[in-house]
């Protein structure tokens, strides 16, 4: 079903957590406003990336 | 932003001197975090930092520390460089590696009594590079497969993200979007029927 080893995925962890914070932090200057922020942006990107994850499932599947 | 005031400006309740405006931006460029610390924003100076240089780092070393370099020679257009630039200082030997590199090339091909600075610190690779052809930089892909890819992007990644830090040392922080912005029942109007005219 995938193509490549799911350890792949691993790669995502930092990063996502390094984009959700600078995010945060660059549209607000109280530290609880930017830990909400970057839970919220951290949240957002996961589900997009999961919507195309199973946008390509299906498709693979299809085919 | 709800005011502004020469240098200072309020968000989020809280007041926030900018001072020199373009010397913290310079400063947040060199060194992620480094404006946002002259400003006196060490919370914020701190997650910079930490995230920016960590998130380098780190794709600097998946890549087995040649993701990033300097070059702009037919088959090895090097554009990631100028992003990962963004993250600054960190990124200085790669630009100075690529200056002697181009003293040292003639007609495309490097000298071969060229010895890179640094134990070839991100330097570039040896010319020339074409595109199929069993080069340098053919090696490094064979030699780190993935970590070379992904460390190329972690660190075009780190320098994109300290663009929008330095707009921050330089304006404060970037407007939340009005589509973003949840509704608050507590700041909304009571609708509060009218008490019949007599």
Same mark, same amino acid.
């Given at each position: 079903m995938l193509?490549?080893?799911?350890?792949?995925?691993?790669?995502?962890?930092?990063? #996502?957590?390094?984009? %959700?914070?600078?995010?945060? %932090?660059?549209?607000?200057?109280?530290?609880?406003?930017?830990?909400?922020?970057?839970?919220?942006?951290?949240?957002? #990107?996961?589900?997009?990336?999961a919507? #195309? @994850?199973?946008? @390509?499932?299906?498709?693979?599947?299809?085919? | 932003?709800?005011?502004?005031?020469?240098?200072?400006?309020?968000?989020d309740? *809280?007041i926030?001197?900018l001072?020199?405006?373009?010397?913290?931006?310079?400063?947040a460029?060199?060194? =992620? !975090?480094?404006?946002?610390?002259?400003?006196?924003?060490? +919370?914020?100076?701190f997650?910079?930092?930490?995230?920016?240089?960590?998130?380098?780092?780190?794709?600097?070393?998946?890549?087995? &520390?040649?993701?990033?370099? /300097? &070059?702009?020679?037919?088959?090895?257009?090097?554009?990631?460089f100028?992003?990962?630039?963004?993250?600054?200082?960190?990124a200085? =030997?790669?630009?100075?590696?690529?200056?002697?590199?181009?003293?040292?090339?003639?007609?495309?091909? +490097?000298n /071969?009594?060229? *010895?890179?600075?640094?134990?070839?610190?991100?330097?570039?690779?040896?010319?020339?590079?074409m *595109? /199929?052809?069993?080069?340098e930089?053919?090696?490094?892909?064979? $030699?780190? !497969?993935?970590?070379?890819?992904?460390?190329?992007?972690?660190?075009?990644?780190?320098?994109?993200?300290?663009?929008?830090?330095?707009?921050?040392?330089?304006?404060g922080?970037?407007?939340? =979007?009005?589509?973003?912005?949840?509704?608050? =029942? $507590?700041? *909304?109007?009571?609708?509060?029927?009218?008490?019949?005219? /007599?």
């Open positions: 193509s490549i080893s799911p350890t792949y995925m691993l790669y995502y962890v930092p990063l #996502i957590i390094a984009i %959700a914070l600078v995010f945060g %932090a660059t549209r607000h200057e109280n530290t609880q406003l930017v830990l909400q922020h970057a839970w919220q942006t951290g949240r957002w #990107i996961t589900g997009f990336m919507v #195309i @994850f199973v946008v @390509f499932l299906f498709l693979s599947w299809m085919t | 932003m709800a005011s502004e005031e020469n240098n200072t400006i309020a968000v309740g *809280e926030v001197d001072r020199n405006r373009p010397l913290a931006a310079l400063l460029w060199l060194i =992620p !975090g480094a404006g946002h610390f002259y400003q006196g924003r060490q +919370t914020k100076a997650i910079f930092l930490v995230c920016i240089l960590s998130t380098w780092i780190l794709g600097f070393a998946l890549g087995g &520390s040649h993701v990033v370099y /300097s &070059s702009w020679e037919p088959g090895d257009k090097r554009w990631h100028y992003l990962q630039g963004g993250a600054g200082l960190v200085l =030997p790669a630009y100075l590696q690529g200056r002697r590199m181009n003293q040292e090339t003639d007609l495309g091909e +490097t /071969s009594d060229y *010895e890179p600075l640094w134990g070839g610190l991100m330097a570039p690779p040896f010319r020339p590079v *595109e /199929s052809e069993a080069d930089v053919a090696a490094w892909y064979a $030699e780190h !497969g993935a970590g070379y890819e992904m460390g190329t992007w972690y660190t075009v990644i780190a320098g994109l993200l300290n663009i929008l830090v330095i707009y921050d040392a330089y304006g922080p970037l407007a939340v =979007p009005i589509s973003g912005r949840k509704r608050d =029942p $507590e700041e *909304e109007p009571q609708e509060t029927e009218e008490p019949a005219a /007599s």
